[in-house]
């Protein structure tokens, strides 16, 4: 469902279809809409980011990050933004980076640990990031000063860098929300 989501915003976000089309089209999507209504349920109980076992934690949000390497420490993994990420010019949008990034050190700085906040996240563009095109994300735990653990991460299109992230994750205290 989560996958057919994907795609779909993909196949939206590029289309120009003729207007019988696109009534057709937002007829089905309100009914399916309207067919899950009732299955509405709670935070803890809905798929969408509370499936580790499902690509991107099952939510569609974020692109998936397809995980190489992942410890404590450290992640390497590969990443693609579909056309649904579009900002302009075949260059993903540049607000669609920073969420990436913030999926990928907020995940490494709870790894293992009690759950961490993100407190900042500073993001350098350094090149255009590219439309689907599979990039090498790489993301690592700095240092941690007691409450707070400093991650950096950075996005490559082959060798070429094209942006990288220095975040702060503060560690909850027990029922911090
Ligand atoms: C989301 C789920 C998290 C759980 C993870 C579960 C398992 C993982 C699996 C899957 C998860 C999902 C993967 C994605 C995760 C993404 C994470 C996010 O996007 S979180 C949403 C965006 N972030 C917020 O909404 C925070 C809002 N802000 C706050 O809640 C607070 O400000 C918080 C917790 C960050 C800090 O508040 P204080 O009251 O607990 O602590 P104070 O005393 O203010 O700060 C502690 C230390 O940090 C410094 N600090 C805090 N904010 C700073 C800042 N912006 N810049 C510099 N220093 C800062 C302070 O100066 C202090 O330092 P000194 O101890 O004095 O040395």
Redesign the pocket.
């Known amino acids: 469902m989560i996958e057919a989501l994907r795609s779909l915003q993909a196949r939206v976000t590029g289309a120009a279809p003729p207007p019988e089309t696109v009534t057709d089209v937002a007829e089905a999507l309100e009914k399916l809409a309207a067919t899950l209504e009732p299955f509405t349920v709670g935070e803890r109980d809905q798929i969408a ?1 509370h499936r580790g076992d499902l690509p991107g ?1 099952g939510q569609a949000m974020s692109p998936v990050l397809h995980v190489d390497e992942w410890d404590g420490a450290h992640v390497l993994g590969r990443i693609t933004f579909s056309r649904f990420y579009l900002g302009g010019n075949w260059a993903v949008h540049g607000g669609a980076i920073p969420l990436a990034f ?2 990928v050190l ?2 490494l700085a ?1 790894t293992g640990r009690t ?6 996240l500073h993001v350098n563009y350094r090149k255009i990031t590219p439309i689907e095109v599979e990039l090498r994300v790489e993301a690592k735990v700095d240092r941690v ?4 653990r400093f991650l950096t991460g950075a996005l490559y299109d082959g060798e070429h860098l094209t942006a990288d992230a220095e975040g ?3 560690e ?2 027990p029922g ?1 929300p």
Request: glycine share 14%; net charge positive; proline share 0%.
């Open positions: 980011g934690r913030d999926e907020g995940r709870s759950a961490a906040r993100t407190a900042y000063e007691g409450r707070k702060l994750f503060v909850l205290r911090q």
